[in-house]
């Protein structure tokens, strides 16, 4: 039994609602304190697009030591933990959508593969970053350039993952919509046929 399998003996909404609860717990954690630690003027180079190696030496300097030290404490420990929470819950979500919609069996169930895809990427750019940031003041081409590729595959990885949520979501509403629409027609329709029946 593959991975995936697995995950999918194990996949529950409860399992994916505990999941996501860590997920949001740390992301909390990273954006609304580690973050502010980091600078309260300058984006975190994770989130940043377009990224080049005048504009990453550019944040590492200007947030200054103490900003760098926070930065890759942070890139180290909670940001390591991040990819984990939320590779698991957005699988098991995107899992429980496929059931929901009968898709499960079909080859639409790789896509709950993407997760953990996104973070591999995602753990690579850290590696990155935190290399980066203790070698600093030390310039290395390769690895900004090795960065703004992760980088940008992250953002790309992250749209797709979103495209892929938000469409199983509408694809399931639309499958109940027409479902329940089934079963009212079809429950008028016997109705129908018992009036009929009983007319002398």
């Known amino acids: ?32 304190i580690m973050y502010p630690l980091v600078s309260t003027v300058y984006e975190p180079l994770d989130v940043q697009m377009n990224l080049n190696s005048q504009s990453i030496y550019s944040f590492l300097t200007n947030i200054g030591e103490l900003g760098r030290y926070y930065y890759g404490l942070n890139e180290a420990t909670f940001d390591m933990l ?5 590779s698991l819950a957005y699988s098991l979500l995107l899992i429980q959508l496929l059931k929901t919609t009968d898709l499960i069996n079909t ?7 993407l997760p953990f895809l996104l973070a591999l990427v995602d753990v690579i750019e850290n590696l990155h970053i935190v290399t980066l940031i203790y070698s600093f003041p030390v310039k290395n081409l390769l690895l900004t350039q090795g960065l703004a590729l992760v980088n940008m595959l992250k953002h790309v990885l992250t749209a797709s993952l979103l495209f892929s949520i938000f469409g199983l979501l509408i694809y399931t509403v639309i499958i109940k ?6 079963a009212s027609i079809s429950i008028k329709l016997k109705a129908s046929l018992l009036r009929i029946r009983r007319r002398p």
Do not use: C, E, G, H
């Open 107 to 113: 080859k639409l169930k790789y896509v709950a593969l």
């Open 177 to 182: 919509m027409i479902l329940n629409n089934s």
């Open 82 to 86: 991040f990819p984990i929470a939320y």
């Open 1 to 32: 039994m593959n991975m995936l399998d697995r995950l999918i003996r194990f996949s529950s909404w409860k399992t994916m609602w505990v999941f996501l609860s860590i997920n949001f717990a740390i992301q909390a954690i990273i954006i609304l």
